[in-house]
């Protein structure tokens, strides 16, 4: 029997129970899922954990911090955006290896690809950003469709949410939980799911009608136990029912430069949407400085500096590496000391601050001895 999620009887049902920021929005979480999000609600206001999100295979992001710091970060961010190639996602057997071997945390993220003609899906180009844009790869898909039952574009949302459940559900067989955000910056007309500006009251129900279809599909069709909720609207318009996030985050990247500072306006802005729960740098360019968070009392719950050119330098997109093919640190964005200070703060947990590392006295093999 085919599985449609009734969007009046979920919203009823999220409004039968009251908002609790201390439980998980899951009915259903595995003992590994709450005793993170225990560890989580622990450290919130008082300590934040140092995350890094990665792409390429090599990560150099870490052999910077290694570098730099002598330990790494204790969050790592991953992408189900490949889960479409034939070889399968590779990030997420990363992800699962890290967690596996050293105890970090996983946060996934989903660049979701979509053709750009549904009537001819294997021949058309497929993005995740949409037409409005400036970029060469961009896509017509159209979330008000994708929301429509029986329309072709629901059938492929349904059927990727599906894909997407299923790489999710690799993380619950190894006992690994992950902080996933879906459909994320979406208050900007950038990604095929965000609020347009043209059709800007029906694109922001279509993005709340695609969360909850996700998040039903994802809690109550195919029961997963280790998903703790983020949501990245990131503007009143955009809220969702406080019973299907468990953090609330906040994408910044700041034109400002050598801008380390806590980001104070945006933290308090997100806190006044997140229903009391926690909130975090879901993603940015600079990194804020502990010492800047605790004088603003803005304490992320973490921080994420995007992969590449934010954390080593580059020249176009290709990496700059000295004669032993290690990379130079990004001039930009870690300049002086900064990533050395940063995690040496008794504020900032790394992975060897994590009570889940499993190194205990050591880093992982690749780091050993260097």
């Known amino acids: 029997m085919e599985y449609i999620t009734d969007i009046e009887k979920l919203l009823r049902q999220l409004d039968s129970k009251p908002v609790d920021p201390g439980r998980l929005v899951s009915g259903h979480p595995s003992e590994s899922t709450v005793r993170l999000f225990e560890y989580l609600k622990s450290i919130y206001g008082r300590k934040t954990l140092a995350g890094q999100q990665y792409l390429q295979r090599r990560e150099l992001e870490d052999e910077v911090y290694f570098a730099e710091t002598g330990d790494l970060p204790a969050l790592r961010g991953y992408d189900l955006m ?11 057997d990363r992800a699962i290896k890290w967690a596996e071997d050293t105890g ?22 497929w993005s995740f950003y949409y037409k409005t844009t400036s970029y060469d790869h961009k896509t017509s898909f159209d979330i008000l469709r994708a929301v429509e ?5 629901y059938e492929f949302a349904v059927s990727r949410i599906d894909k997407a459940a299923a790489e999710l559900r690799k993380f619950e067989e190894h006992d690994i939980p992950v902080l996933f955000r879906p459909l994320h910056e979406a208050n900007g007309d950038w990604f095929w799911w965000g609020r347009r500006k043209a059709d800007k009251a029906a694109s922001i129900a279509a993005y709340r009608k695609l969360w909850y279809m996700i998040f039903d599909r994802i809690e109550n069709f195919h029961k997963l136990t280790n998903i703790i909720w983020v949501w990245n609207g990131q503007d009143k318009d955009m809220e969702v029912h406080p ?8 994408d ?19 806190r006044t949407l997140s229903h009391g729960k926690m909130v975090t740098l879901s993603e940015c360019g600079y990194i804020p400085s502990p010492e800047e968070m605790r004088k603003d ?40 000391n900064f990533p050395g200070n940063t995690f040496a703060d008794e504020d900032c947990i790394t992975l060897s601050k994590l009570p889940f590392f499993k190194g205990k ?10």
């Not at 970090?104 to 180009?125: F, K, L, Q, V």
């Not at 039952?149 to 574009?153: L, V």
């Not at 299907?244 to 906040?250: M, Q, Y």
Request: some cysteine; overall charge negative; charged content about 30%.
């Open 243 to 250: 019973n299907t996030f468990d953090i609330a985050g906040d």
């Open 82 to 92: 490949d889960m479409d190639k034939e070889k399968g996602d590779d990030q997420v």
């Open 149 to 153: 039952y029986g329309t072709p574009e």
């Open 361 to 370: 006295d050591k880093l992982p093999e690749k780091y050993q001895g260097k």
């Open 252 to 270: 910044i990247y700041s034109q400002k430069e050598d801008d380390h500072s806590s980001q104070k306006e945006r933290f308090e802005y997100l």
């Open 104 to 125: 970090c945390i996983i946060t996934m993220c989903w660049h979701w690809y979509a053709p750009d003609d549904m009537n001819d899906m294997e021949h058309c180009g």
């Open 297 to 336: 009392g803005a304490k992320w719950l973490w921080w994420l500096p995007w992969w590449g050119s934010f954390v080593y330098s580059v020249d176009g997109w290709k990496p700059r590496l000295d004669e032993n093919g290690k990379p130079f640190t990004s001039e930009k964005y870690m300049k002086g």
